[in-house]
């Protein structure tokens, strides 16, 4: 009797919790059913480039007003069912409190009330605890200056914010979609706070705050614990403003996933285009035979060749690999054309005839390790998700080891440092994807000719599409450094672009610095010998 009561009470418990989510539910929804959107005040920061004149502004009426209707209909059409499920969990409750009670548990009346309030309570205590973690009512010790969290600063327009990549755009505009909703909805919740009269100003004619009166915000995120906004508002007094805090809380880390993943039969076929380049081809088979065929082991690779143009020396090299290594896994594809990447890549991928495969789209002054070979496979899965790795790229060697007697080997040189190399974050063109998530897509655009171009549109169309892009740094992907030429037949607009690239890959800007100031260097170090003779002892 005992074990039923407690089996009873248990599945009371549970089915008590779930009518208080659902009461939560309802209100919430009744809430936003009823309450004005604040949306439709004048905030910008949502739309920017609105439109203008008295026809623009009816049609946007009318497409709000639409909008709200389909809105309300689906309210109410949620409304309708969360009451019937809340009538049909009443007469189970009922019928379950009275069978408690027959069987002599007692009333359990205040069983709803009680849970609802822990629950509550649980909950206030929770975010309050994240908000006491967080540097807001007061600052915390820091170890350096490195684990300081900087802040964006934002307007109704732009946000202003500490880009770190070699790129640094000082300013975002458009801003991201994401971040201009999560700002919108902190400038809404502060003039909702700003508006609300307290008690004893209910008699007094109150300033109306809007957008206008909007200075400056700054925000920052403690990853483990929230967001902190700070906004800024003229206030009804000459020099006087109104300062609103807010903190969005992070919730406890929830286990979305726990999975094992084979990769043992996962094949990569790496695809290369290529034009001349005999050395550089020659550099990349020496990395291949290491990396894919004594280390991995599950490689493909397929050549795209473009002209005869030392098309013999290309096919030797592969031969001579495929003796020596005892291997059978490349393909040789000739194009007598014009050298076109995309229509290269694009030309390999279609020529696999075997199940789906992996895909690596790569150039031949590309160096890559297995470390990198493994995030290719774990990165990537067919209908779901394609990688793109922000490669690192290798500054001249020429320049960074100037001051050595030797170079050394091109494994010792790729190391990632701020005076080796940068993230090259605006490249798309090294990436690992599935060929049916490639075929599907459309493949490349082969109309662009020559280097550049049809990596970026590739890219974009997998934005619009429905599959996850995973993009990051990947530690064991490097550009290796050749020189660049500006061509002659280059217009002056063009000419100048070129030279700024060849710059960014030549060396880091402090490293230019010292070479462009080197007489002013040297002739400093010439005073400082004429100025410290030999001491007389």
């Not at 007598?336 to 279609?350: Q, V």
Request: with cysteine.
């Amino acid at each position: 009797s005992m074990m039923l009561r407690r089996g009873l009470l248990a599945w009371v418990s549970r089915v008590v919790l779930l009518l208080v989510l659902l009461c939560c539910c309802f209100s919430l929804i009744y809430v936003l059913a009823c309450s004005p959107r604040a949306d439709e005040n004048q905030v910008t920061l949502s739309r920017a480039n609105g439109p203008t004149g008295n026809e623009g502004y009816q049609a946007l009426l009318q497409e709000r007003e639409e909008q709200h209707r389909h809105y309300i209909s689906s309210l109410k059409k949620q409304i309708s069912q969360l009451k019937e499920a809340l009538q049909e969990r009443s007469e189970q409750l009922k019928n379950v409190q009275g069978s408690l009670e027959r069987a002599g548990a007692g009333p359990v009346a205040g069983l709803l009330d009680g849970m609802g309030e822990r629950s509550h309570t649980d909950l206030q205590e929770f975010l309050r605890t994240q908000l006491n973690r967080a540097e807001v009512h007061s600052g915390t010790k820091l170890a350096s200056e490195y684990a300081m969290v900087p802040f964006e600063s934002f307007t109704l327009q732009k946000v202003y914010q500490l880009e770190t990549g070699l790129t640094r755009h000082p300013e975002e505009k458009p801003i991201r979609k994401d971040k201009r909703d999560e700002l919108t909805e902190t400038l809404e919740k502060a003039l909702e706070a700003l508006n609300t009269p307290e008690d004893e100003d209910k008699t007094q004619r109150r300033h109306v705050y809007t957008t206008s009166d909007f200075t400056e915000g700054i925000y920052r995120t403690e990853k483990d614990k929230g967001t902190l906004y700070e906004l800024t508002f003229k206030g009804n007094q000459n020099h006087e403003f109104r300062r609103l805090v807010f903190f969005r809380p992070f919730g406890p880390v929830m286990k979305v996933k726990n999975e094992r993943v084979d990769t043992s039969n996962m094949l990569i076929n790496i695809v290369v285009p290529l034009a001349k380049r005999t050395d550089k081809f020659r550099q990349f088979m020496q990395n291949f035979r290491e990396v894919c065929i004594r280390k991995d082991g599950r490689i493909h690779l397929t050549v795209v060749y473009f002209g005869r143009d030392q098309v013999g020396e290309v096919k030797g090299i592969l031969e001579n690999t495929s003796k020596e290594m005892n291997f059978k896994n490349f393909t040789f594809i000739q194009l007598n054309e014009e050298f076109s990447r995309g229509r290269g890549l694009d030309t390999g991928a279609r020529a696999w005839k075997g199940n789906n495969i992996l895909l690596f789209f790569c150039d031949v002054d590309i160096y890559f390790t297995v470390e990198f070979l493994n995030s290719c496979r774990l990165n990537a899965q067919p209908g779901k998700k394609v990688f793109y790795p922000i490669l690192f790229s290798q500054y001249n060697p020429g320049l960074i080891y100037g001051h050595h007697d030797s170079i050394p080997p091109i494994d010792q040189q790729l190391v990632i440092k701020k005076d080796t190399g940068f993230w090259r974050d605006f490249g798309f063109g090294m990436t690992c994807q599935y060929r049916s998530d490639f075929i599907n897509i459309g493949g490349f655009d082969v109309e662009i000719k020559g280097w550049g171009g049809e990596d970026v549109h590739l890219y974009r169309k997998y934005l619009h599409s429905n599959l996850m892009v995973v993009r990051s740094p990947s530690r064991g992907l490097f550009h290796l450094w050749h020189e660049k030429h500006c061509a002659d037949e280059l217009t002056p607009e063009q000419y100048r672009m070129c030279m700024q690239s060849k710059a960014m890959n030549e060396a880091s800007h402090g490293q230019l610095g010292m070479l462009f100031f080197r007489h002013e260097i040297e002739a400093h170090l010439r005073k400082q010998k004429q100025k410290s003779p030999v001491k007389k002892t």
